[in-house]
């Protein structure tokens, strides 16, 4: 094999970063990352998580979204969320600022609003139905 760019065979090279949300079904929760950079962690409320860059201006990166499933068994059914069906990250961030109106959860959800359009995200699809994906 012959070495390309700077990689070898030992070495493959590496997919440039794209930010991402995903259901994480594990934890129960949606992980949203804005940039490629470290990340430090910081508990806002039982809802967000948010992410900062660990080392340089520590702005805010993304952040994660605690007990979606759980959230939506216990309140979902009001406002008509199932989880039988897919949602865009931006209709979830909806149902959880209607659901849960504390000031800092909307300060959250508004200040990751445009960030979220910026890189697609909001049109991204999460699909909290894990149990019917493994049958």
Request: glycine residues 4%; contains cysteine.
């Amino acid at each position: 094999m012959s070495e390309q760019a700077g990689t070898s065979a030992l070495q493959p090279e590496m997919a440039e970063f794209r930010p991402f949300a995903y259901f994480d079904k594990h934890l129960d929760c949606i992980r949203v990352q804005l940039r490629d950079c470290s990340i430090v962690e910081q508990r806002k409320n039982r809802i967000f998580t948010v992410l900062k860059a660990a080392h340089g201006d520590r702005s805010l990166v993304g952040f994660n979204i605690k007990g979606v499933r759980y959230m939506v068994r216990q309140v979902g059914l009001q406002y008509g969320m199932d989880l039988k069906v897919c949602y865009t990250l931006a209709e979830l961030m909806a149902f959880i600022v209607k659901a849960y109106p504390a000031r800092e959860v909307q300060e959250i959800a508004e200040h990751f609003a445009p960030m979220l359009k910026t890189a697609s995200l909001d049109r991204a699809t999460i699909d909290l139905n894990f149990e019917a994906a493994a049958a």
